[in-house]
Structure formats: structure tokens, C-alpha cells
T-cell receptor
Framework: DAKTTQPPSMDCAEGRAANLPCNHS???????VYWYRQIHSQGPQYIIH???NNETNEMASLIITEDRKSSTLILPHATLRDTAVYYC???????????????FGQGTILTVHP | KAGVTQTPRYLIKTRGQQVTLSCSPI?????VSWYQQTPGQGLQFLFE???????NKGNFPGRFSGRQFSNSRSEMNVSTLELGDSALYLC??????????????FGPGTRLTVL
């Protein structure tokens, strides 16, 4: 799976948009970008995923650059409850060797301030 | 739809003992994956079960084992506990197709402390 690089920490003011970047410069054509977040000592929560088109759901938007080497997760109106570790994961369809396996990096600690 | 449930939520054991953790997946999901999370190593994949068969395994010693029942519920067992086994143990469920778009959903975790 492609390696991802995320900043170790970011701050955001409550009510403002939080833009979390992820670099995945070695991504290949059949690899998807997934985002999860983990609020302190809870299980990771699925946020969104995408292949090459921008995606939006009720939680966030995912913007993937045209060359797919990087992406940005956008939380449009951050709240204090969005304070968490955000993980960017690249997944490839490689059944047999990666069944059920997600490879987590260190993620970005997002702190939302009042 | 109910989410992934894990029991117990907290557990304290002593070195040398064994422990069994339980995970009930989302209804209809047939795959259960287990992860260990520690401050030093982060989130690491233990193993995955689908239709009562282990399909994938991470790099953990044989003291870590698991099984899955016909109703897709899964248990993991750690024998001869060591201090380093203190961690948050997470399970995740998915449909099990193995497709890259088969999203995993995590439970709240079991916090194991080994004294």
C-alpha cells in the first residue's frame, strides 16, 4: 500500500473549516484514499473515502488532486467534538494478502479551540 | 443498525494469565478484524476472520489467537500475558468481500491492563 505523510498536529478555531492534508505521492491507479478519526481512547471512526473524484458526505469533504498524489480532508465547520487524531490511509484491492487489514500511520492530531 | 460491540470494555489481568475478548460485528457483516493499539506502536493489525476462517494474520506471536463463530461473532485470546500486552484491543467489522471499497467499522475497544 502507498505510504502516507500527514502533519503531526494542527489547530483550528471552532466554527471554522479544518483542512487536513495528506501526501501519498506513490499512490497507484487502483488505490483508494480513506480517512478515519479516533477520538481519545475510542475506536476509529470511518469518515470518507475516494478514488479520484471529490467526495462529500454528512461529515466531511475529500478533495483529491488531479495527479492523486495528495488529498485534503475538509471539516466545514469544526466543533470541539472534532478534536481527534485523523488518519489518512491508502488502500489497494489486493485480496489474499490484505484481507481485513488497514495500515495506520501516526495521523494528525487536530485540536479545535473555542 | 447497531454498531460493533466489544466486551468487556475494561480488563485487568496479571502476568502469566490468559484473557479472552469478544466482538460482535454489525448485523450482516461476516468479516471481523482485530487490532492492537499501544502508545509506542500505534494501531497494528492482528488478524482477520471470515466465515469462521482466518484469512489474514499480522506479525504477532502465537500467544495471540482468535476464532469466529457461525454467527460471525469473534473472540481473541491472549495466553501467558506479558506487561507489554497492555493495550487497547479493537475489532472492526465489514462485509468481507475484500474489495477495496469494503469499509471497516470499528468497535469501542477493550482496554486491557496487565499488572
Amino acid at each position: 500500500d502507498a505510504k502516507t505523510t500527514q502533519p503531526p498536529s494542527m489547530d483550528c478555531a471552532e466554527g471554522r473549516a479544518a483542512n487536513l492534508p495528506c501526501n501519498h505521492s506513490t499512490i497507484s491507479g487502483n488505490e483508494y484514499v480513506y480517512w478515519y478519526r479516533q477520538i481519545h481512547s475510542q475506536g476509529p471512526q470511518y469518515i470518507i473515502h475516494g478514488l479520484k473524484n471529490n467526495e462529500t458526505n454528512e461529515m466531511a469533504s475529500l478533495i483529491i488532486t488531479e495527479d492523486r498524489k495528495s488529498s485534503t480532508l475538509i471539516l466545514p465547520h469544526a466543533t470541539l467534538r472534532d478534536t481527534a487524531v485523523y488518519y489518512c490511509i491508502v488502500r489497494v484491492d489486493r485480496r489474499g494478502t490484505s484481507y481485513g487489514k488497514l495500515t495506520f500511520g501516526q495521523g494528525t492530531i487536530l485540536t479545535v479551540h473555542p | 443498525k447497531a454498531g460493533v460491540t466489544q466486551t468487556p470494555r475494561y480488563l485487568i489481568k496479571t502476568r502469566g494469565q490468559q484473557v479472552t475478548l469478544s466482538c460482535s460485528p454489525i448485523s450482516g457483516h461476516r468479516s471481523v478484524s482485530w487490532y492492537q493499539q499501544t502508545p509506542g506502536q500505534g494501531l497494528q493489525f492482528l488478524f482477520e476472520y471470515f466465515s469462521e476462517t482466518q484469512r489474514n494474520k499480522g506479525n504477532f506471536p502465537g500467544r495471540f489467537s482468535g476464532r469466529q463463530f457461525s454467527n460471525s461473532r469473534s473472540e481473541m485470546n491472549v495466553s501467558t500475558l506479558e506487561l507489554g500486552d497492555s493495550a487497547l484491543y479493537l475489532c472492526a467489522s465489514s462485509s468481507g468481500t475484500g474489495l477495496v471499497t469494503d469499509t471497516q467499522y470499528f468497535g469501542p475497544g477493550t482496554r486491557l491492563t496487565v499488572l
